[in-house]
């Protein structure tokens, strides 16, 4: 196991290195402008004198190699234009916090309600009406179709109303947090639930159920058991990512309350052409979805046992 | 023989349907069926004939869109067919009717280890805790077969090869100590050189706990392996019951007939296998007259008419055909079943003389079988593989 791991990370950072020296590379081929926050002033010497302090004159793999080192001494650079001078790793400590905080709050309100309804949707299938399955599956529908813009839209507009709250995130106001974290968790209640639905339909189906049953089993016991136990581990391969991935934000939901997030930052330093910016935030985009697909590859082989990381001999 | 005691568990007149998408399917009609303590009874038929669907009734483990329409099934002085919810039947699933299912590869959780699924029924069933259960698994896995009983218990389904995870399969449905034991198919998804294992561990099961068994099969050589008494189902009823030898030696139903020819050592070298035409009648649609005249060439023209009753041949021996009620015309079998009922003849006097020297050291009880189980065995050497597919 330790071995695999040890071989992963590796992976992962030879991942990495390819993402920065591609990345590096296209972002040389931009006009030099994003280099410098007010190019339209400055005389030919300056801007040459400018690229020099930058290291940028100096051949390509040079260029690749020292950022590559400056990165690996934990320096992601300055920015040029979005806040000319600030360290990137400034800006983002001072962002990600919020985004992060909003974002594990409302996975695990989808975690927990989402579930909740697949669990109650897959006990439905057994009985006459099949109620909360009929209900559930309309409340997904609506969901996946109908854009997430409006369904966004109207959390705010009825739901500032109902909760007689301002349209606005303030941080200190503990109750201007709900919708926003309602809206964050809205899409993904409907994901959890549609999913552990199927899952637990596809186990509950299956022989092992059924020998369980037979073998006088109680059918709570054998929901827990048997069905909720297995029809999660699929589920566990994406929960590192949805984790990690909270630090990206949400685009719409933070501009919608406007909430000092990281949702849209990279969109935002792109069009600005902040070349270390939008370098640096890749970098730490794809470590983010590299961990977090190895951390779901390790939670599914401790979740399910016939993943196994290394070979085995004489099994039989 | 059992036959003068009381049955264990009695079926009357059942009844079964399923609703599905507002049509009603008529699985089981007019089962009747009795099942004597420490005997192997064998339920024969083809895919769809019901069998499954039968002794899931008597587990409650039938899909929820299926109802017992009439009839009763006694046992231990209870009607089963009252018990609604899963509380009902506690007393009876696992702890006094145990199940071996068909396929060993998907009946065992596959994130659980062996240890924990046995432990589940000990501690269900047994009443153990903790190391105690943990000695009673031990015990158990090492009565079933499987050495190394605390390493092997450590493991998952998936390390375990087909054959030692049908050992498991038995080992928990032992570990219920169950008084019935229920074997759907329990060789069909195995290996043929398993096969025999398997079976054998089976009887040495019902040997040392006294236990009755059930095997639905549409394996003959299993039968004739295994069975006491073979009920022959078609189309969701018994079209004929009886002992092995009287099932295999003078069969009295077409369909039975139409069975044990499509057994490939029964045919004639060079000729076409026997295969029955036509298909199975759709449930949905109730059926008029003998099941299976549509498919009988010999059919009578009161099959087209009237549900033949069941006909008694003698104690132990009934057939749903109008063949045995004495106005009917005289039909002879075809040929070859002929030949067999001689041969049975010939073989249980042979095996009367003999005593239990036909079949080692067979306990006298295993008599029946062992007759017909010569004569399947002397066909090919073996009786591992004789399917017959209707």
């Known amino acids: ?316 | 023989m059992k036959k003068h005691t009381e049955p264990l568990l009695s079926v009357r007149d059942l009844n079964f349907k399923f609703t599905l998408r507002g049509q009603v399917l008529h699985a089981l009609r007019d089962i009747s069926l009795d099942v004597y303590p420490g005997e192997s009874l064998a339920i024969v038929g083809e895919s769809g004939s019901g069998k499954s669907v039968f002794v899931k009734c008597l587990m409650g483990l039938n899909d929820l869109n299926g109802y017992v329409e009439s009839g009763s099934i006694e046992y231990g002085g209870k009607d089963l067919t009252l018990l609604k919810t899963d509380s009902d039947w506690k007393d009876i699933r696992g702890s006094r009717i145990a199940m071996v299912l068909q396929d060993p590869m998907t009946s065992l959780n596959p994130l659980k280890t062996i240890g924990w699924q046995i432990e589940e029924a000990v501690r269900l069933h047994q009443g153990l805790k903790g190391a105690e259960a943990k000695k009673a698994v031990y015990s158990i896995l090492e009565e079933v077969g499987i050495s190394e009983p605390e390493r092997r218990a450590k493991q998952y389904p998936h390390e375990f090869s087909g054959g030692m995870r049908q050992r498991v399969v038995i080992a928990i449905a032992m570990a219920c100590r169950p008084e019935i034991l229920i074997c759907d198919e329990p060789t069909t998804a195995l290996d043929v050189t398993i096969q025999a294992q398997i079976l054998g561990l089976i009887r040495q099961m019902q040997k040392k706990y006294n236990l009755t068994t059930i095997y639905i099969t549409h394996d003959l050589g299993v039968v004739a392996n295994v069975a006491d008494r073979i009920a022959v189902m078609y189309a969701g009823e018994i079209v004929e019951v009886g002992t092995s030898d009287e099932v295999f030696y003078d069969p009295r139903h077409p369909y039975t007939w139409a069975l044990l020819s499509s057994l490939p050592q029964l045919g004639v070298k060079g000729e076409p296998l026997y295969s029955i035409e036509g298909t199975p009648p759709n449930l949905f649609h109730e059926v008029k007259g003998d099941a299976f005249a549509p498919r009988n060439p010999k059919a009578l023209k009161i099959d087209y008419v009237k549900r033949p009753p069941m006909f008694a041949v003698t104690a132990t021996h009934s057939a749903r055909t109008w063949l045995i009620d004495p106005r009917a015309p005289k039909v002879d079998p075809p040929e070859h079943i002929l030949a067999l009922r001689e041969r049975g003849k010939d073989l249980v006097a042979k095996a009367a003389a003999e005593g239990t020297a036909l079949y080692g050291a067979s306990a006298p009880e295993e008599e029946t079988g062992a007759a017909a189980s010569a004569a399947v065995n002397e066909e090919n050497g073996s009786a591992k593989g004789v399917t017959a597919r209707g």
């Open chain 1, 1 to 316: 196991m330790a071995k695999y791991i040890v071989k992963r990370i590796l992976h992962a950072i030879f991942t990495l290195l390819i993402v920065i020296t591609v990345v590096f590379a296209l972002l040389r081929q931009m006009p030099i402008e994003g280099y410098f926050n007010n190019i339209d002033k400055l005389t030919e010497a300056q801007i040459r004198v400018g690229l020099t302090k930058l290291g940028l004159t100096r051949p390509l793999p040079v260029q690749i190699w020292n950022y590559l080192v400056q990165v690996f001494h934990g320096d992601l650079g300055t920015s040029n234009k979005f806040r000319e001078g600030y360290s990137i790793a400034k800006i983002v400590m001072s962002k990600a916090p919020i985004s992060i905080k909003l974002g594990l709050l409302s996975l695990a309100v989808s975690l927990v309600a989402g579930m909740s309804m697949g669990i109650m949707m897959a006990r439905s299938t057994r009985s006459k009406w099949k109620l909360w399955d009929r209900f559930g599956t309309v409340f997904i529908v609506i969901i996946q179709a109908v854009p997430s813009a409006v369904y966004h839209l109207l959390i705010q507009l009825y739901g500032s109303d109902l909760l007689g709250v301002s349209m606005l995130f303030k941080e200190e106001n503990p109750v201007s947090w709900i919708l926003p974290v309602f809206s964050l968790s809205i899409g993904s209640i409907a994901y959890y639930a549609m999913w552990l639905r199927r899952y637990m339909v596809d186990e509950a189906n299956k022989d092992y159920i059924r020998l369980a049953r037979a073998k006088g089993v109680p059918s709570g016991r054998i929901s827990r058991q048997h069905v909720f136990r297995n029809a999660v581990v699929p589920l566990v391969q994406y929960l590192p990512n949805s984790i990690l991935l909270t630090l990206v934000g949400s685009l719409y939901v933070e501009s919608l309350y406007s909430i000092p997030g990281m949702g849209g930052l990279l969109i935002q330093v792109i069009k600005l052409q902040d070349n270390t910016m939008v370098l640096a935030l890749v970098l730490i985009y794809s470590a983010i979805s590299v961990l977090g697909l190895l951390l779901g590859d390790i939670a599914m082989g401790l979740a399910d046992p016939r993943i196994s990381f290394v070979k085995k001999e004489g099994a039989r």
